[in-house]
C-alpha cells in the first residue's frame, strides 16, 4: 500500500509507481504492462454500495416485521374484545357503568399479565429445584396424582 504525500495528486503517484514497477520488471517502453495497480476507492466504492444495499434490505424487512407485528397485536386485541362482548352486554344489561366494566377489563388484563410473568418465574425455580430430586419424584407422583373415576348408570 502507497501513499503519495501531501500536495500530490493521485494521477501523478500513480505515474510515478507505475513507472518504478516497469523499471524493477525491466519492461521495454513498448511492452504491455504485467501488473496491475489497483485503488484502494474502487474498493471502498464497492463496499459502499454493498453496505447501502443491505441497510436497504434492512430497512424493507423491519418493517415488514414491524407491520406483520401489528397485524398480530391487531388480531389479538380483537379476538379480546370480541370474547368480551356477551359479559359486557350481560354487566350492561345488570346495570353496570361504563368506567366500571372498563376498570374491570382493565384490571384482569394486568391481572393476567402479572399472573403469567410469576407463573414463568415459578416455573423456572421448580425445575432448578425439582432436577436433583428425581429419585424419589417417581413415587411420591404416584401418590399424589388422582385416580381415574369410572361413572357407571344405575
Same mark, same amino acid.
Given at each position: 500500500?502507497?501513499? %503519495?504525500?501531501?500536495?500530490? =495528486?493521485? $494521477?501523478?503517484?500513480?505515474? /510515478?509507481?507505475? %513507472? ?5 520488471? @525491466? #519492461? ?18 464497492? #463496499?459502499? =454500495?454493498?453496505? $447501502? ?8 424487512? %423491519?418493517?415488514?416485521?414491524? #407491520? ?11 379476538? =379480546?374484545?370480541? /370474547? ?9 344489561? #345488570? ?13 384482569? $388484563? ?7 410473568? !410469576? ?6 425455580? &421448580?425445575?432448578?429445584?425439582? /432436577?436433583?430430586? =428425581? ?7 404416584? !401418590?399424589? !396424582?388422582? @385416580? $381415574?373415576?369410572?361413572?357407571? &348408570?344405575?
Amino acid at each position: 500500500m502507497v501513499k %503519495g504525500k501531501p500536495g500530490i =495528486s493521485n $494521477a501523478q503517484l500513480m505515474d /510515478e509507481i507505475k %513507472g518504478n514497477l516497469r523499471s524493477i520488471r @525491466r #519492461l521495454r517502453p513498448a511492452e504491455e504492462d504485467n501488473f496491475a495497480l489497483n485503488e484502494t476507492k474502487l474498493i471502498s466504492n464497492q #463496499l459502499n =454500495s454493498l453496505f $447501502a444495499m443491505l441497510t436497504k434490505a434492512g430497512w424493507i424487512i %423491519g418493517s415488514f416485521s414491524i #407491520l406483520v407485528g401489528g397485524f398480530g397485536i391487531a388480531n389479538i386485541m380483537f379476538v =379480546s374484545a370480541k /370474547e368480551r362482548t356477551t359479559i359486557i352486554g350481560i354487566q350492561k344489561s #345488570l346495570g353496570a357503568k361504563n368506567f366500571f366494566i372498563t376498570h374491570k377489563t382493565s384490571n384482569n $388484563a394486568l391481572t393476567s399479565t402479572h399472573t403469567h410473568r !410469576q407463573t414463568d418465574k415459578n416455573n423456572s425455580l &421448580s425445575h432448578k429445584t425439582h /432436577e436433583g430430586s =428425581s429419585r424419589n419424584s417417581s413415587a411420591s407422583n404416584r !401418590q399424589s !396424582q388422582p @385416580r $381415574a373415576v369410572q361413572m357407571t &348408570s344405575t
